[in-house]
């Protein structure tokens, strides 16, 4: 069909021409946008032509006839097409993109007045996967949202202007098409997404979401050691072949760059470390627990275990709010602010991606003694699930700060590598031998604390569980929590560091060991 158009439209314009010229605006034509790949060169993005029909009305006398024609051949309703055919107009689309047998039966009709032009539309080859990420065009196949959005200037071919002419009949013709040199196609994206990654942790977190009759769910996979970012998934799915479908505009959003959250108890394992790294705990530390209650002026800390005296390991593996508590203590609040920050916590990572979320991280000098203890555990302040993978990946890889990134490359449409990523090693935050104890103790959640369910055979696994209470108006609601794993593996040496997060599971045990931490294991 493309061929067939190209000889209508260009070829036999170039005919000697009958009638008086007039000088028509100039037209645009479009080089084809580029490609979005995964890591190793799967297209995840491609724009594919379609023939799109328009007419016009001032060429054409029986309009009952061509209205009845063409609305059979298009499944276009008759009296849309009569509407378009009474303008006083040189030019309307009668269907845009319409499928190729559409073309051609238009084609075989010849229908004076009635032509072609191939427009390109975008298509996603696998669906939802990494729908988010992506985002998607408009009709126009200009970026709206995702990767789409944000490197739309890269993707989107060059423009031509040529200068059309029509005869006295109205008939849009040129005779200088000779002399026009083809735009240029738009750049190709690849990405660091890797989609059997991509596709298992969206396939494990949509399990999660509907065992647990959940609200929503998310998770991204990290290469601690590079910044690599391997997936980054949202569940309800969203699908871009069908982005005009989606109402609901949460649906559309990248959540592990885009949604805040209190992160509750996995904000422990920054704690504990940053107080290693500083020297005021060590093994031999022992912390009071009091029995899982403890009175900070008018203000009451509980732990749902109960304990008395635990050392850092125990007030990890069991999640002690009142060792959190007393640990802050232990290090000056300007001291751990500055830890927060140096971990990427209340900054944007920069990832390449619209509307990532900065969170909340409030400057220490504001902070109450509760304050400060709520800030131990991981309440009164939000972060994103990608900024806990960056601060994940700072206490895995040995204690030096990396930046998350997706894009892995920008290349032309002849192949030349226009643009190359690089691991960004940033400033190190903690010592060598506070990364490695970090990984023993996280080690010890998984094989004897609440993160047992994370636990993968023979494979050493490091993490914590969180469950984040969500703010309401004057306080906290009791009926709904964000619950989460961080973790990575192997322990010794770790490769993957992988954040889960299920928002508002339904019933009685809404934690993260349950909940969270098993999507990790798969």
């Given amino acids: 069909i493309v061929a067939k158009v190209f000889l209508l439209q260009l070829v036999n314009n170039e005919q000697p021409l009958k009638?008086?010229?007039?000088?028509?605006?100039?037209?645009?034509?479009?080089?084809?946008?580029?490609?979005?790949?995964?890591?190793?060169?799967?297209?995840?993005?491609?724009?594919?032509?379609?023939?799109?029909?328009?007419?016009?009305?001032?060429?054409?006398?029986?309009?009952?006839?061509?209205?009845?024609?063409?609305?059979?051949?298009?499944?276009?309703?008759?009296?849309?097409?009569?509407?378009?055919?009474?303008?006083?107009?040189?030019?309307?689309?009668?269907?845009?993109?319409?499928?190729?047998?559409?073309?051609?039966?238009?084609?075989?009709?010849?229908?004076?007045?009635?032509?072609?032009?191939?427009?390109?539309?975008?298509?996603?080859?696998?669906?939802?996967?990494a729908g988010q990420v992506l985002g998607h065009t408009n009709l126009d196949e200009v970026g709206m949202e995702g990767i789409e959005y944000r490197f739309n200037k890269e993707l989107a071919g060059s423009k031509k202007l040529i200068t059309l002419t029509k005869d006295g009949k109205g008939k849009i013709i040129t005779d200088n098409f000779t002399a026009i040199?083809?735009?240029?196609?738009?750049?190709?994206?690849?990405?660091?997404?890797?989609?059997?990654?991509?596709?298992?942790?969206?396939?494990?977190i949509a399990s999660a979401v509907k065992k647990s009759k959940a609200l929503r769910g998310y998770g991204i996979i990290i290469n601690p050691n590079t910044g690599e970012i391997y997936a980054m998934g949202s569940y309800p799915f969203f699908d871009p072949n069908k982005y005009s479908d989606y109402k609901d505009l949460i649906t559309k959003r990248n959540l592990p760059a885009w949604n805040t959250f209190e992160p509750g108890s996995v904000m422990k394992s920054f704690l504990v470390a940053s107080a290693i790294n500083e020297g005021v705990v060590d093994d031999k530390t022992i912390i009071d627990c009091e029995m899982g209650k403890r009175r900070i002026g008018k203000y009451v800390i509980h732990d749902v275990n109960k304990k008395g005296n635990l050392d850092i390991s125990g007030v990890l593996r069991f999640s002690s709010n009142i060792g959190a508590s007393k640990i802050i203590e232990k290090?000056?609040?300007?001291?751990?602010?500055?830890?927060?920050?140096?971990?990427?916590?209340?900054?944007?990572?920069?990832?390449?991606?619209?509307?990532?979320?900065?969170?909340?991280?409030?400057?220490?000098k504001k902070w109450s003694k509760i304050q400060a203890a709520n800030i131990s555990f991981g309440q009164g302040m939000s972060v994103t699930s990608l900024q806990l993978a960056k601060?994940?990946?700072?206490?895995?890889?040995?204690?030096?700060?990396?930046?998350?990134?997706?894009?892995?490359?920008?290349?032309?449409?002849?192949?030349?590598?226009?643009?190359?990523?690089?691991?960004?090693?940033?400033?190190?935050?903690?010592?060598?031998?506070?990364?490695?104890?970090?990984?023993?103790?996280?080690?010890?959640?998984?094989?004897?604390?609440?993160?047992?369910?994370?636990?993968?055979?023979?494979?050493?696994?490091?993490?914590?569980?969180?469950?984040?209470?969500?703010?309401?108006?004057?306080?906290?609601?009791?009926?709904?929590?964000?619950?989460?794993?961080?973790?990575?593996?192997?322990?010794?040496?770790?490769?993957?560091?992988?954040?889960?997060?299920i928002d508002y599971p339904k019933g009685d045990r809404a934690y993260g060991g349950r909940w969270a931490a098993p999507v990790f294991k798969e």
Avoid at 111 to 117: A, F
């Fill in 19 to 129: 009638f008086s010229k007039i000088q028509t605006n100039p037209f645009q034509l479009l080089g084809n946008r580029g490609e979005i790949r995964d890591s190793n060169g799967k297209i995840l993005a491609v724009s594919v032509a379609y023939p799109s029909i328009h007419l016009n009305p001032r060429e054409i006398k029986d309009k009952a006839y061509y209205s009845k024609v063409l609305a059979k051949t298009l499944d276009v309703k008759e009296e849309e097409i009569l509407r378009k055919l009474n303008k006083r107009k040189y030019f309307v689309w009668i269907k845009r993109l319409a499928s190729h047998k559409e073309g051609d039966k238009i084609l075989s009709l010849n229908l004076p007045g009635v032509g072609i032009k191939m427009e390109y539309k975008r298509e996603y080859p696998l669906g939802h996967l």
């Fill in 181 to 204: 040199k083809n735009p240029e196609d738009g750049s190709n994206i690849n990405l660091t997404i890797k989609s059997k990654y991509q596709f298992i942790l969206e396939k494990e």
């Fill in 331 to 364: 290090i000056s609040n300007k001291k751990y602010y500055g830890y927060l920050k140096d971990l990427g916590f209340g900054t944007k990572t920069n990832i390449s991606l619209p509307g990532e979320a900065r969170g909340i991280l409030i400057k220490p």
């Fill in 391 to 501: 601060a994940l990946s700072t206490l895995a890889n040995g204690g030096v700060s990396v930046e998350p990134y997706l894009i892995k490359s920008i290349t032309s449409s002849n192949g030349e590598i226009l643009f190359e990523n690089k691991p960004k090693i940033g400033k190190r935050v903690l010592s060598y031998s506070t990364s490695k104890k970090m990984r023993n103790l996280l080690k010890s959640v998984v094989e004897d604390g609440g993160g047992f369910k994370a636990q993968i055979e023979g494979v050493s696994v490091s993490g914590k569980t969180g469950t984040g209470q969500v703010a309401t108006k004057g306080g906290y609601s009791k009926e709904r929590f964000i619950v989460s794993f961080i973790g990575f593996a192997p322990s010794e040496s770790p490769q993957l560091v992988s954040v889960i997060t």
